[in-house]
């Protein structure tokens, strides 16, 4: 079994700073690539950013210059450095991984179970 549990989320005021974290755990044979999607009320979730088991990245319009998406692939964990936080950032933020379980077995996308973020003064 393979889990991802996120941390760091939290209520935070206009113009704050949180950083995710998302740590892999169980048989992990390797990871692709890592991402954080978020999920705000009534609204479709979406690609905040998403980085390549190599560090190349990839960021949601809304988010760039503000959002920095890591990995340190020693600890299975990819993190997000949220900076300038906004009331719209407000969402449940989650955490994906295609991760591979068999060595003849396809990498397959697995889901962290959330954590809110919460932008208000």
């Known amino acids: 079994q393979v889990q991802l549990v996120e941390s760091g989320g939290g209520l935070v005021e206009p113009g704050g700073s949180l950083r995710l974290s998302c740590a892999a755990s169980g048989s992990i044979l390797g990871i692709g690539t890592m991402g954080w999607y978020r999920q705000a009320p009534g609204k479709e979730r979406e690609l905040v950013a998403r980085?390549?088991?190599?560090?190349?990245?990839k960021y949601l319009d809304s988010v760039k210059d503000r959002f920095t998406i890591s990995r340190d692939n020693a600890r299975n964990t990819v993190y997000l450095q949220m900076n300038s936080l906004q009331p719209e950032d407000t969402a449940v933020y989650y955490c994906n991984a295609n991760i591979k379980t068999r060595a003849l077995g396809p990498y397959v996308g697995t889901w962290g179970q959330g954590t809110p973020v919460t932008v208000s003064s």
């Open positions: 980085i390549m088991t190599f560090g190349s990245a």
